[in-house]
């Protein structure tokens, strides 16, 4: 392997890698905003609409953990090279599709191929760049994987409002081939490991837990999660396979992950740390957009801008970190970056719906700061002390458990939101009596249209009380994973 001080072209081969990472983190979100558009083009019901993320994130969540093997057998450039190309024919297909069921299948092959895009590209940057310098290299890179969630739901609602809900799956044609183009003129090939054996078993267990657990998130809000059958069928093959895989890695000669993997302390606790943000990060992103439109008639345009803030100050830490992190202890960033992300999250739980924009943009820069500090330092720590050898298996597993904590954290969150609404404007309509003098104006004249005006009121209110508990319970998660930075070493004293 070429060591990265003598690696020509760093430059491109670091701009590749982020025009592909760019392209596959914001087709994560895009579609959300555009699935009512493609709904109504196909004539599917909401439950079936639902599939089109479905697919994706759960042949993503699959395909992950073979990145490892797969770049250890074929080569890194070669890999890079497959998933690319693949990403760009399936995204080509998605937005030709002409029913629901082609564009499920399509989905399902873009998140197969999407896959292996975040741990690949954090592994050839961590070589590409000298050590001492991969605080930096990871800032540029987490550029790309923390605005690219952010900003998927402004570039999709601006694409399928002005052009197609297509359009989001076409604009992956030009930016595609030109990061392919970059990546096989400038990408070094890594050195071939063909004596390592397919675990194939191991692999299988993996990935059925893996995918019954997405499942089971992905669809436990709409089926009434424990009451329904399929949920909790789902929920248990996901602990039983699970549980075997672990088993199975600790006992076998040759596991599909190896156990030393975990045995570094930085990388173990750094899972860790990257799950609770990511609970976060995406539960925020999903939370805030129904608040500002349902609640307080923001336009999806305007929600767009507002959040594009939050991406804002996301890049502005990683600039900063990319600076300070070889003469910074980066545990006192990682403390930093929490303690911003918990007071935007106080300030948050005092919203109502009289809150001026400008708060709204103000605790999105906030919170955006502190998860850009948080986010790359703790990429960049987490690496430090693993050895070379398990740098494409660890990134990978460091992006699974990054989307695992997403969709985790948008699953809870999304629930509890519905259960306190619905015991919140329980609570809320016990005060609503003909004997209250405050609602008395409310009931004169047209009953029916008065208690009508009044329940839609009430419901309201609950609303937004259940939005202040979720924020609450963000932040308590927030400060609850304070202690875990201190066991992390730092790379100073590495």
Request: proline share 4%; hydrophobic share 50%.
């Amino acid at each position: 392997m070429i060591s990265p001080r003598g690696l020509p072209h760093r430059g491109m081969i670091t701009g590749s890698i982020m025009l592909a990472t760019v392209m596959q983190v914001l087709d994560m979100t895009i579609a959300n905003v555009s699935l009512p558009n493609m709904q109504g083009n196909l004539s599917a019901s909401q439950d079936q609409i639902a599939w089109v993320l479905t697919s994706y994130i759960v042949a993503s969540a699959i395909m992950t953990p073979l990145t490892g093997f797969l770049a250890a057998r074929y080569g890194r450039k070669r890999l890079f090279t497959w998933i690319v190309s693949g990403f760009i024919v399936s995204s080509m297909l998605c937005g030709a599709a002409t029913s629901l069921t082609e564009l499920v299948v399509f989905r399902m092959l873009q998140g197969m191929f999407g896959a292996g895009f975040v741990p690949l590209s954090q592994a050839v940057i961590l070589d590409a760049w000298p050590r001492e310098r991969h605080g930096q290299a990871m800032a540029i890179w987490g550029v790309g994987v923390m605005v690219g969630p952010i900003l998927g739901p402004t570039v999709g609602g601006y694409l399928t409002e002005y052009y197609s809900w297509r359009w989001i799956f076409y604009i992956n044609l030009p930016i595609g081939l030109l990061a392919l183009t970059g990546i096989l003129a400038f990408v070094p090939e890594t050195v071939l490991d063909r004596e390592r054996p397919f675990d194939l078993f191991g692999f299988s267990l993996l990935s059925l837990g893996i995918g019954a657990l997405q499942l089971m998130l992905d669809r436990g809000e709409s089926k009434g999660w424990f009451d329904s059958s399929e949920i909790v069928i789902e929920a248990a093959l996901a602990v039983l396979f699970i549980y075997m895989f672990i088993v199975h890695m600790f006992t076998a000669r040759r596991p599909f992950l190896e156990p030393g993997l975990f045995r570094d302390r930085n990388f173990a606790v750094g899972l860790f740390l990257i799950f609770i943000i990511s609970m976060i990060l995406l539960s925020t992103v999903t939370l805030l957009p129904p608040f500002m439109q349902q609640l307080m008639g923001y336009s999806v345009i305007d929600t767009g801008y507002i959040l594009a803030m939050r991406g804002m100050g996301t890049m502005a830490a990683m600039i900063l970190v990319g600076v300070l992190t070889r003469s910074v202890d980066t545990r006192l960033m990682i403390l930093t970056g929490l303690g911003l992300t918990a007071i935007s999250l106080w300030e948050m739980t005092g919203f109502n719906l009289e809150v001026s924009t400008w708060t709204l943009v103000h605790t999105g820069i906030v919170q955006g700061a502190g998860l850009g500090l948080i986010f790359v330092t703790l990429s960049t720590i987490a690496f430090t002390t693993l050895a070379p050898h398990y740098r494409t298996e660890g990134a990978a597993m460091f992006s699974l458990i990054r989307n695992m904590g997403n969709s985790i954290g948008v699953s809870v969150m999304v629930t509890l939101l519905g259960q306190q609404t619905q015991s919140n404007h329980m609570i809320l309509s016990e005060n609503v009596t003909p004997f209250n003098p405050a609602l008395t104006g409310a009931m004169v004249g047209d009953t029916a249209t008065g208690l009508s005006l009044l329940n839609n009121e009430v419901t309201r209110q609950a609303a937004v009380i259940a939005y202040l508990n979720d924020f609450q319970i963000m932040m308590i998660i927030t400060l609850l994973a304070v202690p875990l930075t201190f066991l992390l070493r730092s790379h100073k004293h590495s």
